[in-house]
Every structure is written in structure tokens, then in C-alpha cells.
Nanobody, 123 residues
């Protein structure tokens, strides 16, 4: 059983930055692909970014490419999402997820989810 706890959300002005963290407890963190999803009010949950178990491979949704960076520290069982040049459209609850099957942007590919952290970007 893997438990995920997100932190680092908050209120920021457009153009600002935030760094989200996701601390994992439980076995086999380093064997799992990790991802960040987000869900804005009235919208479906969408994949934002994912990172392979080793950290060598990353994937991003088009709307965040060049602005967001996902990384992980397997020694600390933690995955990060550095968010720069934030825009109001980035406002959402951000969720951390862990999984092993293929399909980085598919919710069904992830077995474990955190509770989410709110990110609000003001204009």
C-alpha cells in the first residue's frame, strides 16, 4: 500500500511560481511511475505531467510544456512539480498519483492517489 501526501499549494499571482511536493510512504516507490493530475471546478481531471520510475523519462500535457517541470528524488520518496509562469487557467486541485502500467495520461493507469492540494492563480 502506497500513501501519497501533497503539499505546496496556495494562492499566487499570475506569472508567479509554486513548487508542489508529493511525499510517498510504503514499498516500491522507486519502481512506480509518478504523475500529477489536476481538476478545475466543473471540469474533468486531467493529466499534467508524469515521470518514469528512474526519473529518466518525463511527459507533459501541451498546455504546461516549457512552464512546468516534474522531478523525483527516490532517496526521499518524493516527487515534485515546479510550476513557473502560472496563469489563471492553472487554477485547480492538483493530485499526485502512482502507478506501473502503461498510459501516462490515463487515470486508470494509477493505483494510488493523494488527497490533493489547491492551487489558485489570480489575474
Amino acid at each position: 500500500q502506497v500513501q501519497l501526501v501533497e503539499s505546496g499549494g496556495g494562492l499566487v499571482q499570475a506569472g508567479g511560481s509554486l513548487r508542489l511536493s508529493c511525499a510517498a510512504s510504503g514499498p516500491s516507490f522507486s519502481s512506480k511511475r509518478m504523475a500529477w493530475f489536476r481538476q478545475a471546478p466543473g471540469k474533468e481531471r486531467e493529466a499534467v505531467a508524469a515521470i518514469s520510475s528512474s526519473g529518466a523519462g518525463t511527459s507533459y500535457t501541451d498546455s504546461v510544456k516549457g512552464r512546468f517541470t516534474i522531478s523525483r528524488d527516490n532517496a526521499k520518496n518524493t516527487v515534485y512539480l515546479q510550476m513557473n509562469s502560472l496563469i489563471p487557467e492553472d487554477t485547480a486541485v492538483y493530485y499526485c498519483a502512482a502507478g506501473q502500467v502503461t498510459g501516462w495520461s490515463t487515470q486508470r493507469a494509477y493505483d494510488y492517489w493523494g488527497q490533493g492540494t489547491q492551487v489558485t492563480v489570480s489575474s
